[in-house]
């Protein structure tokens, strides 16, 4: 059935194999998007209600460089929630979303020992598969619609409304500051 329904949403792309395979990679990438996206914010929303470790705090700590880095959070957030550890294989980074007297700054988990623990993330994760042409120009252009893309990356946000409220409590900050 859902072979069935693909084909048919790709039906307009059959006469151009180039358009087909691009038009697959976007609906692949808009599935791999979403996945990773609910699953950050899973992460996320349940770090910040455990009491025990792992806590939000020790999420917003936990770096991705290195395979070994990403091995850890994988073990780290398999104590909150299942989770592929492939996953993170096209995660390049996570930044995490701070209020200061200076606007909103995004920080890396190295940096985050400075900080209050927060769940406005931002995901960095690879377009693996991009190519350049105009057909795959065309998918990217329908990806970039409601998200950044900048150097074959696209930024996502698992939880937009905790980075309205952090524009909110650092509008206050700053006009407190004043």
Same mark, same amino acid.
């Given at each position: 059935?859902?072979? #069935?329904?693909?084909?048919?949403?790709?039906?307009?792309?059959?006469? @151009? $194999?180039?358009?087909?395979?691009? +038009?697959?990679?976007?609906? @692949?990438?808009?599935?791999?998007?979403?996945?990773?996206?609910?699953?950050?914010?899973?992460?996320?929303?349940?770090? +910040?209600? @455990?009491? %025990?470790?792992?806590?939000?705090?020790?999420?917003? !700590?936990?770096?991705?460089?290195?395979?070994? %880095? !990403?091995?850890? #959070?994988?073990?780290?957030?398999? !104590?909150?929630?299942?989770? %592929? =550890?492939?996953?993170?294989? %096209?995660?390049?980074?996570?930044?995490?979303?701070?209020?200061?007297? @200076?606007?909103?700054?995004?920080?890396?988990?190295?940096?985050? !020992?400075?900080?209050?623990?927060?769940?406005?993330?931002?995901?960095?994760?690879?377009? $693996?598969?991009?190519?350049?042409?105009?057909?795959?120009?065309?998918?990217?252009?329908?990806?970039?619609?409601?998200?950044?893309? =900048?150097?074959?990356?696209?930024?996502?946000?698992?939880?937009?409304?905790?980075?309205?409220?952090?524009?909110?409590?650092?509008?206050?900050?700053?006009?407190?500051?004043?």
């Amino acid at each position: 059935m859902f072979f #069935f329904c693909l084909v048919i949403q790709c039906e307009a792309y059959t006469l @151009n $194999p180039y358009a087909l395979e691009a +038009a697959l990679w976007k609906q @692949n990438m808009m599935a791999k998007i979403t996945y990773t996206e609910n699953f950050f914010k899973l992460l996320i929303t349940t770090a +910040a209600i @455990n009491q %025990d470790y792992p806590t939000l705090e020790d999420i917003n !700590k936990l770096p991705i460089k290195t395979q070994r %880095d !990403k091995r850890t #959070f994988a073990e780290t957030a398999q !104590k909150l929630a299942i989770f %592929d =550890e492939s996953i993170l294989n %096209d995660i390049t980074e996570i930044l995490w979303i701070v209020p200061t007297t @200076n606007g909103l700054i995004f920080c890396t988990p190295e940096d985050m !020992k400075d900080f209050e623990p927060t769940m406005a993330a931002i995901i960095k994760m690879n377009l $693996p598969g991009l190519k350049d042409n105009k057909f795959y120009g065309l998918a990217l252009a329908g990806i970039k619609q409601n998200r950044i893309v =900048e150097n074959g990356e696209v930024w996502l946000m698992p939880d937009i409304s905790q980075t309205q409220l952090l524009i909110e409590q650092t509008a206050e900050i700053i006009r407190n500051a004043r």
